[in-house]
């Protein structure tokens, strides 16, 4: 069996937007993360991939908002620096579109989430290296992982809704055979962002 090792390019995002006021959303990302994705002879179908995100790295574009997210009420980045994410199945739906089952790993709980993914395309660059683009989307409680801090706000209920909307955008580059064979020798290949 041959592992395809593909490089997660510094183009790709990871996206969250939850529920504030009940009335607006607000929306943020992470900036530091790095990952590893496999393809067994080629076949997408039983990709894995494994991904952990620096939690302190969550940006909502306030800093104080950020803080906030980054203490033991949320995120709690001091005792739980990382959020991971490692495939635990893969099941195809139609040609381009599949679900990615894993485990999400955040605050010392796990849970298991379903990403729903799409290929848009896999290509040639100017460069000639081939790249493969997908897109994902999931939704989680964010109390199934421990991140219940809140805030009440007076008869209208809670400032913080419960439900993140997670929205994942992948571009990856196929790395060369000859390589991969020599770094698989020394090290897994990790691709880190930020």
């Known amino acids: 069996m041959s592992i395809e090792r593909w490089e997660i390019a510094s183009s790709s995002?990871?996206?969250?937007?939850v529920r504030h006021l009940l009335f607006s959303k607000v929306r943020g990302r992470f900036t530091r993360w790095s990952g590893t994705l496999q393809v067994p002879d080629g076949d997408w179908g039983r990709a894995t991939v494994d991904v952990a995100i620096d939690a302190s790295s969550i940006d909502t574009g306030i800093p104080k908002r950020d803080t906030d997210l980054r203490s033991a009420?949320?995120?709690?980045?001091?005792?739980?620096?990382d959020i991971t994410f490692r495939t635990l199945y893969v099941t195809a739906r139609q040609a381009a579109a599949f679900q990615v089952v894993g485990e999400l790993t955040m605050k010392g709980r796990v849970g298991e989430v379903i990403l729903d993914t799409e290929s848009s395309s896999v290509t040639l660059d100017p460069a000639g290296y081939e790249r493969a683009r997908y897109s994902a989307r999931a939704a989680i409680s964010r109390r199934d992982f421990g991140a219940?801090?809140?805030?009440?706000?007076?008869?209208?209920?809670?400032?913080?809704?419960e439900r993140i909307d997670i929205d994942i955008d992948v571009d990856a580059v196929r790395q060369a055979a000859a390589a991969v064979s020599f770094l698989s020798d020394?090290?897994?290949?990790?691709?880190?962002?930020?």
């Not at 219940?148 to 809704?161: E, L, P, Q, R, T």
């Open 73 to 81: 009420n949320f995120l709690d980045v001091e005792r739980y620096p």
């Open 148 to 161: 219940s801090g809140n805030v009440a706000w007076d008869k209208y209920g809670i400032m913080i809704g």
């Open 13 to 17: 995002q990871i996206n969250f937007t």
């Open 186 to 194: 020394v090290h897994d290949l990790t691709v880190t962002r930020g």
